[in-house]
């Protein structure tokens, strides 16, 4: 059931709820999506607000933004070939790539338990915070540095990172994250929408690069 701030109630009998085109032409389909989901806990009305539906504007927004920078910074367009799991990584590539398996773990769990607004909100705050405050802002010196090969790491990992995030994004939002993944793929990828989803890697979870890192 849809309440507005007040407790008001939305119904179609009373003919005053939402119209989902409306809304897709306002604030895009995928925010629309990612939004309603971040404001439907289990079992309790949905407190239905046109704030909510900016937060998820303002996360693809936000995803798009990064994925762009990324893609900007690669060299002539080209992804480095490079196994960042047989580097010797540092600190913040440590971090990011622990904090990512410990996301998508979290994530499958509350997928399994059917608590979709936890599951978004989890990939929300990995996304915003841990990946784009965080790593994103990092890897910008290591871009604009003198080691190209650090660099061509920190590219790596990022565009696996964002990879990722298109995944398991998609079923959320699969406009943007199709139409990005078009950007990142290898020549023998499929679509998103039929891709494999990510397996967790626990040899990446490193709890005192964590420790150190904040």
Request: proline letters at 4%; aromatic letters at 12%; glycine letters at 4%.
């Amino acid at each position: 059931i849809l309440r507005d701030e007040t407790g008001r109630k939305f119904s179609k009998s009373l003919g005053n709820s939402p119209d989902p085109f409306e809304l897709f032409e306002e604030y895009g389909s995928d925010a629309v999506r990612f939004g309603i989901m971040l404001m439907a806990p289990q079992g309790l009305d949905v407190l239905f607000t046109s704030a909510r539906l900016e937060v998820g504007r303002n996360f693809m927004n936000k995803l798009w933004n990064a994925s762009r920078f990324v893609m900007m910074n690669l060299e002539d367009g080209k992804i480095p070939k490079i196994d960042f799991e047989n580097e010797e990584l540092e600190l913040p590539e440590k971090w990011i790539l622990g904090s990512l398996q410990k996301a998508i773990k979290n994530y499958n769990r509350q997928l399994d338990r059917f608590h979709f607004n936890e599951a978004a909100k989890v990939l929300y705050d990995f996304t915003w915070n841990d990946f784009c405050d965080w790593y994103i802002e990092i890897a910008k010196t290591r871009f604009n540095g003198s080691d190209e090969h650090q660099a061509d790491i920190s590219r790596t990992v990022a565009i696996h990172i964002l990879r990722t995030i298109y995944k398991i994004l998609h079923p959320y939002a699969p406009f943007i994250t199709e139409e990005l993944w078009a950007h990142v793929k290898e020549n023998d990828d499929p679509d998103l929408i039929i891709s494999s989803w990510p397996a967790v890697d626990d040899s990446f979870i490193n709890e005192s690069a964590e420790k150190e890192m904040t």
